[in-house]
Protein backbone atom coordinates (compact mmCIF):
# COMPACT_ATOMS: atom_id res chain seq x y z
CA UNK A 1 0.00 0.00 0.00
CA UNK A 2 1.48 3.37 -1.14
CA UNK A 3 1.68 6.42 1.18
CA UNK A 4 -1.45 8.04 -0.39
CA UNK A 5 -3.54 4.58 0.65
CA UNK A 6 -1.91 4.85 4.81
CA UNK A 7 -3.14 8.39 4.98
CA UNK A 8 -6.71 7.47 3.62
CA UNK A 9 -6.94 4.65 5.47
CA UNK A 10 -6.16 6.89 8.86
CA UNK A 11 -8.01 8.89 7.82
CA UNK A 12 -10.77 6.23 7.43
CA UNK A 13 -10.32 5.05 10.79
CA UNK A 14 -10.33 8.46 12.26
CA UNK A 15 -13.53 9.51 10.74
CA UNK A 16 -15.22 5.65 11.85
CA UNK A 17 -13.56 6.49 15.59
CA UNK A 18 -15.49 9.64 15.86
CA UNK A 19 -18.62 8.15 14.17
CA UNK A 20 -18.42 5.68 16.67
CA UNK A 21 -17.82 7.83 19.51
CA UNK A 22 -20.61 9.93 18.80
CA UNK A 23 -23.14 6.85 18.29
CA UNK A 24 -21.74 5.51 21.88
CA UNK A 25 -22.71 9.06 23.72
CA UNK A 26 -25.60 9.21 21.67
CA UNK A 27 -26.74 5.08 22.69
CA UNK A 28 -26.09 5.82 26.44
CA UNK A 29 -28.05 9.33 26.39
CA UNK A 30 -30.94 7.49 24.65
CA UNK A 31 -30.82 4.52 26.81
CA UNK A 32 -30.84 6.84 30.10
CA UNK A 33 -33.55 9.17 29.02
CA UNK A 34 -35.52 5.79 28.09
CA UNK A 35 -35.23 4.59 31.81
CA UNK A 36 -36.28 7.83 33.14
CA UNK A 37 -39.22 7.66 31.33
CA UNK A 38 -40.10 4.03 32.31
CA UNK A 39 -39.69 5.22 35.63
CA UNK A 40 -43.11 6.95 36.17
CA UNK A 41 -41.88 8.47 40.02
CA UNK A 42 -38.56 9.40 38.59
CA UNK A 43 -38.86 13.34 38.61
CA UNK A 44 -35.54 15.36 38.74
CA UNK A 45 -34.74 17.06 42.31
CA UNK A 46 -32.48 18.70 43.89
CA UNK A 47 -28.48 17.35 43.57
CA UNK A 48 -29.50 14.92 41.06
CA UNK A 49 -27.32 15.49 37.62
CA UNK A 50 -28.91 17.86 35.38
CA UNK A 51 -28.94 15.72 32.00
CA UNK A 52 -30.70 17.56 29.82
CA UNK A 53 -27.98 20.75 29.87
CA UNK A 54 -25.43 17.46 29.83
CA UNK A 55 -26.90 16.61 26.50
CA UNK A 56 -27.11 20.02 25.17
CA UNK A 57 -23.69 20.58 25.82
CA UNK A 58 -22.34 17.36 24.29
CA UNK A 59 -24.67 17.75 21.10
CA UNK A 60 -22.26 21.36 21.21
CA UNK A 61 -18.87 19.97 21.20
CA UNK A 62 -19.69 17.37 18.76
CA UNK A 63 -20.51 20.38 16.75
CA UNK A 64 -17.81 22.22 17.46
CA UNK A 65 -15.24 19.17 16.76
CA UNK A 66 -17.52 18.49 13.53
CA UNK A 67 -16.01 21.88 12.39
CA UNK A 68 -12.12 21.77 13.36
CA UNK A 69 -12.63 23.82 16.68
CA UNK A 70 -11.24 21.77 19.36
CA UNK A 71 -10.75 23.99 21.78
CA UNK A 72 -14.15 24.91 22.10
CA UNK A 73 -15.52 20.73 22.06
CA UNK A 74 -13.01 20.11 24.64
CA UNK A 75 -14.50 23.08 26.68
CA UNK A 76 -18.41 21.76 26.28
CA UNK A 77 -17.11 18.16 26.95
CA UNK A 78 -15.60 19.09 30.27
CA UNK A 79 -18.32 21.33 31.70
CA UNK A 80 -20.69 18.01 30.90
CA UNK A 81 -18.08 15.56 32.34
CA UNK A 82 -18.92 18.09 35.69
CA UNK A 83 -22.36 17.42 35.93
CA UNK A 84 -22.26 13.10 34.90
CA UNK A 85 -18.87 11.37 33.79
CA UNK A 86 -18.95 8.36 31.61
CA UNK A 87 -16.76 6.34 29.81
CA UNK A 88 -18.05 6.87 26.63
CA UNK A 89 -17.47 10.94 27.14
CA UNK A 90 -14.24 10.47 28.53
CA UNK A 91 -13.86 9.17 25.30
CA UNK A 92 -15.04 11.98 23.18
CA UNK A 93 -12.61 14.13 25.18
CA UNK A 94 -9.16 11.35 24.98
CA UNK A 95 -10.15 12.03 21.25
CA UNK A 96 -10.38 15.71 21.22
CA UNK A 97 -7.07 15.96 23.08
CA UNK A 98 -5.34 13.59 20.75
CA UNK A 99 -6.31 16.45 17.75
CA UNK A 100 -5.35 19.66 19.99
CA UNK A 101 -1.47 18.00 20.71
CA UNK A 102 -2.17 17.06 24.05
CA UNK A 103 -1.05 13.12 23.90
CA UNK A 104 -0.70 13.00 27.57
CA UNK A 105 -3.22 14.26 28.61
CA UNK A 106 -5.28 11.90 26.19
CA UNK A 107 -3.24 9.35 27.47
CA UNK A 108 -4.89 9.42 31.41
CA UNK A 109 -8.21 10.00 29.35
CA UNK A 110 -8.06 7.04 27.68
CA UNK A 111 -6.17 4.71 30.55
CA UNK A 112 -9.38 5.95 33.16
CA UNK A 113 -11.87 5.12 30.09
CA UNK A 114 -10.26 1.50 29.86
CA UNK A 115 -10.65 0.96 33.74
CA UNK A 116 -13.81 2.34 34.12
CA UNK A 117 -15.46 0.06 30.67
CA UNK A 118 -14.11 -2.97 32.32
CA UNK A 119 -15.73 -2.50 35.39
CA UNK A 120 -19.28 -2.46 34.02
CA UNK A 121 -20.08 -5.05 32.20
CA UNK A 122 -23.39 -3.81 31.78
CA UNK A 123 -22.35 -0.93 29.46
CA UNK A 124 -24.19 -0.51 26.38
CA UNK A 125 -21.61 -1.00 23.84
CA UNK A 126 -18.99 -2.39 25.83
CA UNK A 127 -16.57 -3.90 24.31
CA UNK A 128 -16.63 -1.00 20.88
CA UNK A 129 -15.97 1.50 23.95
CA UNK A 130 -12.39 -0.76 24.75
CA UNK A 131 -11.58 -0.94 21.46
CA UNK A 132 -10.79 2.78 20.86
CA UNK A 133 -10.27 3.72 24.43
CA UNK A 134 -7.27 1.01 23.96
CA UNK A 135 -6.63 2.08 20.19
CA UNK A 136 -6.15 5.72 21.88
CA UNK A 137 -3.43 4.16 24.51
CA UNK A 138 -1.73 2.81 21.10
CA UNK A 139 -1.60 6.22 19.74
CA UNK A 140 -0.58 8.32 22.46
CA UNK A 141 2.23 6.53 23.96
CA UNK A 142 4.42 7.03 20.79
CA UNK A 143 3.51 10.93 21.12
CA UNK A 144 4.10 12.15 24.60
CA UNK A 145 7.22 13.03 26.66
CA UNK A 146 8.55 11.97 29.70
CA UNK A 147 10.12 13.97 32.25
CA UNK A 148 11.47 13.07 35.58
CA UNK A 149 11.88 15.45 38.26
CA UNK A 150 14.42 14.80 41.04
CA UNK A 151 15.19 16.88 43.64
CA UNK A 152 18.46 17.54 45.79
CA UNK A 153 17.99 16.63 49.17
CA UNK A 154 14.86 16.27 51.24
CA UNK A 155 11.74 17.62 49.95
CA UNK A 156 9.70 20.33 52.00
CA UNK A 157 6.71 18.79 53.75
CA UNK A 158 4.38 21.64 51.98
CA UNK A 159 6.27 21.74 48.50
CA UNK A 160 4.08 22.13 45.64
CA UNK A 161 6.10 21.14 41.97
CA UNK A 162 4.17 21.72 38.72
CA UNK A 163 5.67 20.51 35.18
CA UNK A 164 3.49 22.02 32.49
CA UNK A 165 -0.34 21.20 33.60
CA UNK A 166 1.16 18.44 35.43
CA UNK A 167 1.04 18.43 39.15
CA UNK A 168 4.00 16.79 40.60
CA UNK A 169 3.55 14.96 43.91
CA UNK A 170 5.97 13.99 46.43
CA UNK A 171 5.80 10.39 45.70
CA UNK A 172 6.12 10.87 41.80
CA UNK A 173 9.72 12.50 42.51
CA UNK A 174 12.06 10.76 41.13
CA UNK A 175 9.60 8.83 38.97
CA UNK A 176 9.33 9.39 35.35
CA UNK A 177 5.87 11.15 34.35
CA UNK A 178 4.13 12.07 31.04
CA UNK A 179 4.24 15.05 29.81
CA UNK A 180 2.93 16.47 27.05
CA UNK A 181 5.82 17.36 23.77
CA UNK A 182 7.03 21.16 23.51
CA UNK A 183 8.04 23.84 25.67
CA UNK A 184 7.17 23.51 29.79
CA UNK A 185 7.70 25.99 32.70
CA UNK A 186 8.90 23.59 35.84
CA UNK A 187 7.53 25.83 38.87
CA UNK A 188 8.20 24.58 42.63
CA UNK A 189 7.10 26.12 45.70
CA UNK A 190 7.89 25.85 49.46
CA UNK A 191 7.02 28.00 52.45
CA UNK A 192 10.27 29.76 53.59
CA UNK A 193 12.35 28.55 50.55
CA UNK A 194 12.90 30.74 46.98
CA UNK A 195 10.23 29.62 44.33
CA UNK A 196 12.16 27.66 41.55
CA UNK A 197 11.35 28.11 37.96
CA UNK A 198 12.68 26.38 34.87
CA UNK A 199 12.00 26.09 31.12
CA UNK A 200 12.39 23.11 29.10
CA UNK A 201 11.78 21.81 25.64
CA UNK A 202 10.28 18.62 25.41
CA UNK A 203 10.28 16.52 21.89
CA UNK A 204 7.98 13.81 20.74
CA UNK A 205 9.11 10.84 22.75
CA UNK A 206 11.84 12.57 24.42
CA UNK A 207 13.14 11.07 28.12
CA UNK A 208 14.59 14.54 30.37
CA UNK A 209 15.35 15.09 33.90
CA UNK A 210 15.50 17.68 35.69
CA UNK A 211 16.98 18.52 39.01
CA UNK A 212 16.16 20.88 41.78
CA UNK A 213 17.14 22.34 44.68
CA UNK A 214 15.40 24.24 47.50
CA UNK A 215 17.09 27.20 48.93
CA UNK A 216 15.75 28.85 52.01
CA UNK A 217 15.34 31.92 52.48
CA UNK A 218 16.91 33.38 54.87
CA UNK A 219 15.83 36.87 56.55
CA UNK A 220 17.74 40.25 56.68
CA UNK A 221 18.28 40.26 60.28
CA UNK A 222 19.50 36.54 60.35
CA UNK A 223 22.47 37.93 58.34
CA UNK A 224 23.66 40.51 60.63
CA UNK A 225 26.56 39.62 62.71
CA UNK A 226 25.45 38.67 66.52
CA UNK A 227 26.75 40.72 69.09
CA UNK A 228 30.01 39.16 71.83
CA UNK A 229 29.14 39.69 75.13
CA UNK A 230 32.76 39.91 76.31
CA UNK A 231 33.51 42.93 73.51
CA UNK A 232 32.07 46.36 74.49
CA UNK A 233 29.37 48.05 72.57
CA UNK A 234 30.51 49.64 69.72
CA UNK A 235 28.77 53.36 69.03
CA UNK A 236 26.52 52.70 65.92
CA UNK A 237 26.38 56.16 65.99
CA UNK A 238 27.55 58.16 62.20
CA UNK A 239 30.83 60.25 62.71
CA UNK A 240 31.11 63.32 60.87
CA UNK A 241 34.27 65.31 60.21
CA UNK A 242 31.66 68.78 60.75
CA UNK A 243 34.00 71.41 62.22
CA UNK A 244 33.98 71.31 66.53
CA UNK A 245 31.34 73.65 68.41
CA UNK A 246 32.96 76.94 69.24
CA UNK A 247 34.29 76.70 72.48
CA UNK A 248 32.97 78.13 75.87
CA UNK A 249 36.04 78.58 77.79
CA UNK A 250 37.85 81.06 75.72
CA UNK A 251 34.83 82.49 75.41
CA UNK A 252 34.30 83.72 78.32
CA UNK A 253 38.01 84.50 79.42
CA UNK A 254 37.78 86.97 76.33
CA UNK A 255 34.48 88.18 77.84
CA UNK A 256 35.90 88.58 81.52
CA UNK A 257 39.36 90.35 79.82
CA UNK A 258 37.59 92.80 77.98
CA UNK A 259 35.12 93.75 81.24
CA UNK A 260 37.97 94.25 83.13
CA UNK A 261 39.74 96.52 80.58
CA UNK A 262 36.36 98.54 80.64
CA UNK A 263 36.08 98.59 84.22
CA UNK A 264 39.84 99.78 84.29
CA UNK A 265 39.15 102.95 82.04
CA UNK A 266 35.74 103.43 83.99
CA UNK A 267 37.82 103.97 87.42
CA UNK A 268 40.33 106.11 85.59
CA UNK A 269 38.12 108.32 84.83
CA UNK A 270 36.39 108.42 88.43
CA UNK A 271 39.96 109.16 89.60
CA UNK A 272 40.58 111.74 87.24
CA UNK A 273 37.54 113.27 88.08
CA UNK A 274 37.65 113.57 91.90
CA UNK A 275 37.00 116.95 93.01
CA UNK A 276 38.98 118.41 96.02
CA UNK A 277 37.32 120.47 98.68
CA UNK A 278 40.50 122.67 98.89
CA UNK A 279 41.93 124.79 96.00
CA UNK A 280 45.43 124.56 95.42
CA UNK A 281 47.90 127.14 95.98
CA UNK A 282 51.59 127.45 95.30
CA UNK A 283 51.32 123.47 94.69
CA UNK A 284 49.46 123.29 97.90
CA UNK A 285 46.02 122.13 98.83
CA UNK A 286 44.81 125.12 101.34
CA UNK A 287 42.10 124.29 103.57
CA UNK A 288 39.53 126.52 104.89
CA UNK A 289 38.93 124.70 108.34
CA UNK A 290 39.09 121.29 109.37
CA UNK A 291 36.11 120.10 107.95
CA UNK A 292 37.38 120.52 104.44
CA UNK A 293 40.66 118.60 105.62
CA UNK A 294 38.83 115.99 106.54
CA UNK A 295 37.20 116.25 103.19
CA UNK A 296 40.50 116.21 101.39
CA UNK A 297 42.17 113.53 103.14
CA UNK A 298 38.39 111.43 101.89
CA UNK A 299 39.00 112.20 98.60
CA UNK A 300 42.88 111.57 98.65
CA UNK A 301 42.11 108.22 99.97
CA UNK A 302 39.34 107.37 97.23
CA UNK A 303 41.31 108.46 94.42
CA UNK A 304 43.90 106.77 95.64
CA UNK A 305 41.60 103.42 95.80
CA UNK A 306 40.28 104.33 92.57
CA UNK A 307 44.32 104.62 91.03
CA UNK A 308 44.86 101.12 92.85
CA UNK A 309 41.43 99.46 91.15
CA UNK A 310 42.53 100.80 87.61
CA UNK A 311 45.84 99.08 87.50
CA UNK A 312 44.43 95.58 88.84
CA UNK A 313 41.65 95.96 86.28
CA UNK A 314 43.79 96.96 83.58
CA UNK A 315 46.14 94.49 84.17
CA UNK A 316 43.90 91.53 84.65
CA UNK A 317 42.06 92.66 81.66
CA UNK A 318 45.20 92.49 79.41
CA UNK A 319 46.36 89.00 80.54
CA UNK A 320 43.04 87.90 80.14
CA UNK A 321 42.51 88.93 76.83
CA UNK A 322 45.96 87.37 76.12
CA UNK A 323 45.34 84.68 77.37
CA UNK A 324 42.00 83.87 75.92
CA UNK A 325 43.18 84.77 72.42
CA UNK A 326 46.35 82.16 72.94
CA UNK A 327 43.50 79.89 74.49
CA UNK A 328 41.33 80.37 71.70
CA UNK A 329 44.05 79.55 68.90
CA UNK A 330 44.96 76.24 70.53
CA UNK A 331 41.92 75.00 70.60
CA UNK A 332 40.99 75.16 67.11
CA UNK A 333 44.25 73.80 66.09
CA UNK A 334 43.58 70.84 68.18
CA UNK A 335 42.07 67.84 66.46
CA UNK A 336 39.36 65.73 68.05
CA UNK A 337 35.74 66.37 69.74
CA UNK A 338 34.37 67.73 72.51
CA UNK A 339 32.16 67.15 75.50
CA UNK A 340 29.91 69.52 75.24
CA UNK A 341 29.40 72.00 77.88
CA UNK A 342 26.34 72.70 79.88
CA UNK A 343 24.88 75.40 82.69
CA UNK A 344 22.73 74.40 85.68
CA UNK A 345 21.02 76.50 88.52
CA UNK A 346 22.14 74.94 91.77
CA UNK A 347 21.53 75.92 95.15
CA UNK A 348 23.44 74.67 98.69
CA UNK A 349 23.06 75.84 101.94
CA UNK A 350 20.25 78.02 100.88
CA UNK A 351 22.58 79.74 97.96
CA UNK A 352 21.66 79.74 94.41
CA UNK A 353 24.56 79.78 91.60
CA UNK A 354 25.19 78.59 88.80
CA UNK A 355 27.46 75.18 87.69
CA UNK A 356 29.41 74.90 84.45
CA UNK A 357 30.26 71.35 83.37
CA UNK A 358 31.75 69.75 80.20
CA UNK A 359 35.12 70.20 78.54
CA UNK A 360 35.94 73.97 78.36
Known sequence: ?????????????????????????????????QTAQTTPAAQPTQGEPDLATRRMLIEQAQQARSSGDHRVALERAEQAMRIQLTPSLR??????????????DALTQAE???????????????????????????????????????????????????????????????VPIAINPGRLT??????????IE?????????????ELSFEPVVAPSALAPRPNPSTP??????RTTAAKPFPIGPVV??????????????????????ISPCPIESDRFVCADARAANALIAAANSAETLNTITNITLVTGGVLL???AAWLVVDRLRPGERAPVTVAPSASNAQLGLVAGGQF
Open 322 to 324: AGG
Open 1 to 33: MNGFGRRAAARSRALAAQSLTVALISWASVGRA
Open 253 to 274: TLSIGGASLVASAVTFALRNGA
Open 112 to 174: ACVREAERDAALPNRDALLTSCRQILDESRPAIATLTVEVRGAVPRDATIVAGSRSVAAALVG
Open 198 to 210: RSIELARGERRSI
Open 91 to 104: LFIAQTLGSLGRPA
Open 233 to 238: PVDARP
Open 186 to 195: VVARAVGFAT
